[in-house]
Nanobody, 126 residues
Framework: QVQLVESGGGLVQAGGSLRLSCAASGRSVSSYAMGWFRQAPGKEREFVAAISWSGGNLYYADSVKGRFTISRDNAKNTVYLQMNSLKPEDTAVYYC???????????????????WGQGTQVTVSS
């Protein structure tokens, strides 16, 4: 089993930055694809970014491309989401997810992930 704990959320003004962290425990996630998703009030959960276990494959939602950067440190069993130029529409609960993959690849579909964190709130004020 893999446990995921997100941190780093908070309240920030539009144009500001935050860095989210997702710390994994239970086993090494060095062979797991990882992803970030978000869910705003009254909306469905949506894909934000994904990274392969090697870090060589990256996917971003169009809405965050150029502003957000996903990265990972397998030695620390941690995945990060650097969020710059934040907008009020980025306000949501952000979730980290993990899935074991036998081959390198990044995963964009939420239904393919096996493990989820509890989420961390990000609020961007205008």
């Amino acid at each position: 089993q893999v446990q995921l704990v997100e941190s780093g959320g908070g309240l920030v003004q539009a144009g500001g930055s935050l860095r989210l962290s997702c710390a994994a425990s239970g086993r090494s996630v060095s062979s797991y694809a990882m992803g970030w998703f978000r869910q705003a009030p009254g909306k469905e959960r949506e894909f934000v970014a994904a990274i392969s276990w090697s870090g060589g494959n990256l996917y971003y939602a169009d809405s965050v491309k150029g502003r957000f950067t996903i990265s990972r440190d397998n030695a620390k069993n941690t995945v990060y989401l650097q969020m710059n130029s934040l907008k009020p529409e980025d306000t949501a609960v952000y979730y980290c997810a993990a899935v074991y993959l036998a081959v390198a690849g990044a995963v964009r579909n939420s239904y393919e992930y096996d493990y989820w964190g509890q989420g961390t709130q990000v609020t961007v004020s205008s």
